[in-house]
């Protein structure tokens, strides 16, 4: 029998006396061996062991300890069966009360050295650990061998032995089971920290697949304290971990493996940990809101996963929202603001990287992260809403990411899709047609990734096709032309939208009417392959479709109709079109422009369509060739309840009718009715030349007025037959190829025209001539194509078969000032019309190259240059001048991108580069020159004017890496303002903002800003009068016309600008020093060198007010802008003066040499200038009021009051004085706070303040009283009704 069968035999009978025995006989050897042996009831002989050593206080002690040292080790090694396991632990859970302090002691030995070792992987050898650590916890005493010997309470051991383990090494494979013991162990709030911050620290040394259960253990442990520990913890770690793999797989394949496949899934895991905990703590939650606020800089693909998925706690999703939605748009204006500043971009370098994290946030969704779908969406629909209407940068990119983010989740997403169609229709449908744009382009992008087979998607569009009737007709029409695609895939979705236009062709909207007129139109493509057609419409939806290029999933354009003959449809929609001829005059231009294009797109329909607009035109067209006029105007017009309206838009039917007849064909026969539109257009022409005003009982006796009813009617007449004779002109010019005799009709014709828009311009309805269309209602009527063939014609070196035309097209300058003024309208029109861009762009390529050969004088004919008059406060040179600006404008808003080959066209460089940044200074070096001739002349500075802002527009369109043509254009701008001086004022401010903008971009503009301060000073004089100032001239185009206000303001402007940035960058140095994530010593070196920037800048800005200060300003100009200037100074010195204090109050406070000189400069130098400043204010105000009084004394019958001016001036100054009063005493006090934690005398540099108390003197006061009441009994005695209706008795100023 062995000893294991012997201890047990004993053990059943109950004999503890022979158990006893039995025990002392054993040696340490055999022990081993029953503990070891696979006997059944193990267990129960190792409980019976320690029981019977424990018993024997002398001998068994060592045993004892033995004992429960070798069960220890057999739990830590796993090898026993897992009944025996929970047994012997359940028992040691219960002995480890009655154990001595010294085995205490040494048990927490053996579990450190297996914490390092990483040999505890089980929970029930850690769960003896805590029990072990709450033993000892409870000892009154306990003698601590280690270290210096000493006795110690029972907590402060185990708080020793718990800094011990956590300064240790622990293991990876111990780092999980241990937050599980640590959670089962009571802690104060120091070792509950001081657990946390190693748990952390811990998390890049484990196994990756360990990260969801640690993470899960830390949650855990939040319940207790420390949750924004915990937090911020996990989601450093989290953003940081691809780059730790990707350290880590430069050593290991398989972790490379590894993260591509588990490594998002494993971050999704985490992300339903922390939203599970937040559910069950809300406290956890309100700290992650806290982090989120706190640290904008930080935010990472992680936590914007991890914000998302919280918005689907409903206490939260607003604020969450709302956060994500200011650290985006704060993301963005800080981009902004670097770039704009090069001084800044050079000191803080903040990667904008939101869109990127956005994009993963949408890629992971579909890796395990399917809780953030919802979230990510609606944060896309968010971000344009709440941008829509703004036009910034920063909002316009912000909306942008917004449109990325929709359209990644509707190509990523299946189940979503339907969803947000239906969001996008419903804002489409429900918002105001000003900000609906977006969404239609974002309703454009969505069709183009439509599946035709998406069953879901397409009830949306039935949807969006019921309320399009609804709609603005730009809207509508507009979405017909994105649907079209559809239209021709889907039949189903094609015979619904005819049925729904059916129905709105009887509404009683005329929008409505226009809509169904235009919707038919469009669907005649939908039914047949059209391609001319198709290029016209395709045309027409590219603006709204050329953001979803790269979104494309199924190319439905490919695909073809049904080949079932549609005749019977055809026809119907032409009846209903027909029927719609019937209807308002909008209604009806819809139908003849549509006309025109179904004729040109299908030959097959051009008779019919002809029939059509022939039947309208013989209901105006008078044939006998003896009536004047040829046309029937009063058959257009149409009186209703004292209203006059159009109903019959003969222009429009004129322009079409011979756009019909034009599109034949070379070879082609023209039949009888093509004929006949020939035959009555060339009578028309030539009838209504003959015309006179009288002849439509219109002159100048004519009453134009719009208050009467006679009057309006004869201003919508002669508007009406000014467009006949716009159209008639281009009808006379196209009809024969502008030949001689065709353009001196076309001369004639102008000259009628001239004489209904100088009517026009008399009577007030248009006073500025055609520049102002929209105000007076007179619409271009002419042609793209043939204005910019009139303009080619006579400024272009042409064929020999225009030379005639030329010469008779020159005489007229009226005319080609006419012609550049519609050509510059037609160019502002684009984009907002129905035309193509491709053919537009020829258009602009021929233009520009005519228009730059003119302008720069390489093409100047005598006739224009000997007759050039003036005509509507504009020159020639100035029309093309401003054309030329807007053709560059037109080509960078709509034809981007093919800006490079309209600037090869010009050949400037005569094709010796193809870049597009040398190609543009090289423009810009063209206007240059141009300026310098208007300067040297020292006239035409409205025309430097306008070249100086196409040299703006140019700028804003170099690259940021064009470096050399920034400096080379900064030179010429310095090079003029220092020696050029300039008495036009809007054009002294063109060169001085620029010359701001580019060495703000470029340079350290706040140099700049200091001598032109001082310029500004010397120009001004001083505020002293006995001062006299040496004038240095730094910049010559600062005079003492310009300094003030001209100058002073733009100054003023980016010194507030400059301050902003400060405050910018000081805020950064807050989140630099308060930053968990940063390690101190970097932050300390980051935050010196920032602050090595920062005073000298903040230096330099007080130095220029100081001498802004100093300047005698003069009164009621500009005032308040330099007071705001100064004010704004001091606030921004509160803004540092507290984060110093904040500093000091975190024990990492230091005033530098740099800020006390700051403070000397600010105490010494600029606060004793303001005061004299508002001295001088005050003195100034009071001569004027002096001055004011003297007035009212001579006109005192006519009781004049002081002038309304001096009283705004009064009103301005007695907000801004005491705000400035303010903020200089607010700056002192923080200062003297600031010296009393820093124990260095700051305030040493300032003068104490003027008291500002007063106390009222008895003895003074009456004196006053009885002066006014002598002055009241010398004047004559007032009358009844002046009491009542004079004035009060002004109040008497008292005196200290």
Not at 180 to 203: A, C, D, P, T, Y
Request: aromatic share 8%.
């Amino acid at each position: 029998m062995n000893d294991c069968s012997v201890l047990l035999k004993h053990f059943a009978k109950g004999d503890d006396k022979e158990l006893l025995k039995f025990a002392r006989c054993v040696n340490e050897h055999q022990l081993y061996e029953i503990i070891n042996s696979q006997h059944p009831q193990a267990c129960e002989a190792m409980q019976t062991i320690i029981r019977v050593l424990s018993m024997d206080k002398n001998e068994g002690s060592e045993k004892y300890n033995f004992v429960i040292k070798h069960c220890i080790s057999l739990i830590s090694e796993e090898q026993l069966p897992q009944k025996v396991l929970v047994g012997i632990v359940g028992y040691l859970l219960v002995e480890i009360n009655l154990m001595s302090t010294s085995l205490l002691l040494d048990l927490c030995g053996i579990f450190t050295e297996a914490i390092k070792s990483g040999v505890c992987r089980n929970e029930k050898y850690l769960e003896l650990f805590a029990k072990v650590l709450c033993v000892i916890s409870l000892k009154e005493e306990v003698f601590c061998k280690e270290g210096n010997e000493s006795i110690m309470p029972g907590p402060q051991c185990k708080a020793y032995i718990l800094n011990k383990v956590c300064s240790g090494r622990w293991h990876p494979n111990c780092v999980v089971p241990m937050a599980s013991m640590f959670r089962g162990i009571e802690m104060n709030q120091e070792e509950l920290h001081f657990i946390i911050e190693k748990m952390i620290r811990m998390l890049p040394s484990i196994n990756i697949l360990e990260l969801p259960p640690l993470v899960y253990q830390l949650l855990l442990m939040s319940n207790q304290g420390f949750k924004r520990t915990i937090i911020a913890g996990i989601i450093s770690y989290m953003t940081n971990v691809n780059i730790q793999i990707r350290k880590d797989s430069d050593v290991s394949n398989e972790i490379a493996g590894f993260s591509d496949h588990l490594l998002q899934p494993l971050k999704g895991t985490i992300i339903l940990h922390i939203t599970y905990a937040i559910k069950q703590d809300q406290d956890l939650g309100k700290e992650f809101l806290k982090y989120l606020k706190e640290n904008p800089n930080n935010l990472s693909s992680f936590t914007l996963a991890l914000s998302l998925a919280i918005t689907r706690i409903s206490r939260f999703r607003d604020t969450v929202f709302d956060i994500l939605k200011s650290n985006i748009i704060k993301a963005y204006r800080d981009s902004e603001r670097l770039v704009s500043c090069r001084w800044l971009r050079d000191s803080v370098h903040i990667p904008l990287t939101i869109e990127k994290f956005a994009l993963d946030v949408i890629e992971n969704s579909s890796l395990g992260w399917d809780q953030v779908t919802q979230g990510i969406m609606e944060l896309g629909f968010i971000l344009i809403d709440g941008f829509l209407s703004k036009t910034q940068w920063a909002s316009s990119q912000v909306r942008y990411l917004g449109t990325t983010i929709i359209l990644r989740c509707f190509k990523v997403h299946d189940i979503k899709r339907e969803e947000i169609m239906e969001q996008i229709i419903d804002r489409i449908i429900s918002r105001a047609t000003a900000v609906v744009t977006h969404y239609i382009s974002i309703f454009a992008s969505i069709v183009n990734l439509i599946n035709q087979y998406s069953i879901g998607i397409f009830s949306k569009l039935k949807q969006a096709i019921d309320h399009i009737t609804s709609l603005s007709f730009q809207t509508a029409k507009e979405i017909m032309f994105i649907l079209l695609p559809l239209f021709k895939a889907n039949f189903l979705l094609r015979d619904y939208a005819l049925s729904v236009l059916y129905k709105a062709v009887f509404s009683r909207s005329t929008e409505a009417r226009k809509i169904a007129a235009l919707g038919m139109i469009i669907l005649l493509k939908a039914y047949k392959d059209m391609k001319h057609y198709d290029g016209f419409l395709n045309q027409l939806s590219q603006p709204a479709v050329s953001c979803s290029q790269e979104f494309n999933l199924v190319n439905i354009h490919s695909q073809s109709g049904s080949n079932v003959s549609h005749k019977w449809v055809k026809s119907e929609i032409l009846r209903h079109l027909q029927r719609c001829l019937s209807y308002q005059a909008s209604v009806r231009e819809t139908v003849y422009k549509g006309f025109y294009y179904i004729a040109f797109a299908a030959p097959e329909l051009q008779h019919f369509v002809s029939k059509i607009l022939i039947k309208q035109f013989h209901k105006i067209y008078q044939s006998d060739s003896g009536l004047l006029p040829p046309l029937n105007f009063n058959t257009c017009l149409h009186t209703v309840n004292d209203e006059t309206y159009v109903v019959e838009p003969m222009p429009t039917l004129i322009h079409y009718l011979y756009r019909l007849y034009a599109i034949k064909k070379p070879n082609e026969e023209i039949n009888s009715s093509m004929k006949n539109i020939n035959l009555w257009l060339n009578s028309v022409v030539s009838r209504m030349i003959k015309c006179e005003i009288e002849d439509f009982q219109l002159d100048k006796s004519a009453d134009f007025s719009s208050a009467t009813i006679i009057g309006r009617r004869n201003l919508i007449l002669c508007r009406l037959i000014a467009q006949v004779y716009e159209v008639l002109i281009e009808i006379a010019l196209r009809r024969n190829d502008f030949a001689l005799a065709d353009c001196e009709e076309a001369i004639r014709l102008y000259e009628r025209y001239s004489q209904l828009t100088q009517i026009l311009q008399e009577s007030g309805n248009n006073p500025y001539g055609r520049s102002v269309k929209s105000k007076s209602g007179l619409d271009t009527m002419m042609s793209f194509d043939c204005i910019s063939m009139l303009v080619r014609i006579v400024f272009g070196n042409g064929s020999i078969n225009y030379r005639e035309s030329q010469q008779v097209l020159s005489q007229s300058i009226s005319f080609v000032k006419f012609s550049f003024i519609v050509l510059h309208d037609r160019l502002r029109e684009i984009g907002s019309h129905d035309v193509d861009l491709n053919e537009v762009f020829q258009h602009c390529r021929s233009i520009g190259r005519i228009i730059f050969k003119a302008i720069i004088g390489e093409t100047v004919h005598e006739a224009i240059s000997v007759n050039d008059d003036v005509i509507r406060n504009k020159s020639l040179s100035l029309l093309q001048l401003e054309t030329f600006g807007c053709l560059i404008n037109t080509i960078y808003e709509h034809l981007s991108n093919k800006i490079e080959i309209f600037l090869e066209d010009l050949d400037i460089l005569n094709g010796h580069t193809d870049d597009e940044n040398e190609m543009t200074y090289a423009l810009i070096t063209v206007f240059q020159k141009f300026v310098n001739s208007a300067l040297n002349t020292g006239t035409e500075f409205k025309m430097a004017h306008v070249a100086m802002t196409i040299i703006s527009s140019l700028l804003q369109h170099l690259s940021k890496s064009a470096h050399r043509q920034f400096q080379n254009h900064y030179e010429w701008l310095l090079a003029i303002c220092k020696h050029q001086v300039v008495d036009d004022l809007q054009l002294v401010k063109c060169f001085v903002d620029q010359l701001f903008t580019i060495s703000n971009q470029t340079k350290d503009i706040l140099e700049v800003l200091l001598t032109m301060s001082i310029d500004i000073h010397e120009q001004l004089g001083d505020v002293e009068e006995d001062v006299e100032i040496e004038k240095h001239n730094n910049f010559a185009i600062a005079t003492e016309y310009t300094a003030a206000p001209t100058v002073l303001i733009l100054v003023s402007s980016q010194i507030e600008t400059a301050l902003d940035n400060i405050d910018w960058l000081v805020c950064h140095l807050n989140s630099l020093i308060f930053d968990e994530n940063i390690d101190q010593a970097e932050s300390s070196r980051i935050y010196n060198q920032l602050e090595m920037t920062l005073y000298p800048k903040l230096t330099i800005v007080a130095q220029c007010l100081q001498e802004v200060m100093k300047s005698a300003i003069p009164t009621k100009t500009c005032t308040e802008c330099s007071i705001k200037g100064v004010t704004r100074f001091y606030c921004s010195m509160v803004f540092l003066v507290k984060h110093h204090i904040q500093l000091f109050a975190r024990k990492r406070g230091n005033i530098s040499e740099r800020f006390e000189n700051l403070v000397k400069v600010s105490g010494s130098q600029v606060t004793p200038k303001v005061y004299a400043m508002l001295t001088y204010l005050q003195a100034n105000r009071v001569v004027a009021e002096n001055a004011d009084d003297n007035k009212k004394k001579l006109k005192r019958k006519e009781k004049t009051n002081i002038s309304s001016s001096s009283c705004g001036n009064v009103l301005r100054e007695s907000r801004i004085i005491p705000s400035l009063v303010y903020a200089i005493e607010n700056y002192e006090a923080h200062l003297i706070r600031l010296e009393t934690k820093s124990k260095v005398k700051l305030m040493q540099y300032f003068k104490r303040s003027t008291s500002r108390d007063f106390k009222i003197h008895g003895a003074t006061l009456q004196t006053i009283i009885d002066d006014d009441s002598d002055d009241d009994a010398s004047k004559s005695p007032i009358k009844p009704s002046d009491k009542k209706d004079g004035n009060p008795r002004k109040k008497t100023k008292l005196k200290n």
